[in-house]
């Protein structure tokens, strides 16, 4: 697996790999995270999309996930 990229957007450390054909995107708040595998033949650039992961709409939704991954782990797991 090779790194593309490491960068900060909103609360979230960003990390973004190529391994066997795909991005392998990372989105990281406190012990949370999320990741994505999007072949890269979908992709035009890896400039589009490093831009793409730092729009602003995108990061509300990933922030908001976040947030209700938090709210399951308070409600399912800690008593």
Same mark, same amino acid.
């Given at each position: 697996?090779?790194?593309?990229?490491?960068?900060?957007? +909103?609360?979230?450390?960003?990390? *973004?790999? *190529?391994?066997?054909?795909?991005?392998?995107?990372?989105?990281?708040? !406190?012990?949370?995270?999320?990741?994505?595998? &999007? =072949?890269?033949? !979908? &992709?035009?650039? %890896?400039?589009?999309?490093? +831009?793409?992961?730092?729009?602003?709409?995108?990061?509300?939704? &990933? %922030?908001? =996930?976040?947030?209700?991954? =938090?709210? !399951?782990?308070?409600?399912? *797991?800690?008593?």
């Amino acid at each position: 697996m090779r790194v593309i990229k490491n960068f900060q957007v +909103g609360n979230c450390l960003v990390s *973004v790999f *190529v391994w066997n054909e795909k991005y392998i995107i990372k989105f990281e708040q !406190d012990e949370l995270e999320q990741t994505y595998k &999007i =072949r890269k033949i !979908d &992709i035009i650039s %890896e400039d589009d999309l490093i +831009g793409t992961l730092q729009e602003a709409a995108f990061i509300t939704k &990933i %922030e908001a =996930r976040f947030e209700a991954m =938090r709210q !399951d782990w308070y409600e399912h *797991v800690l008593f």
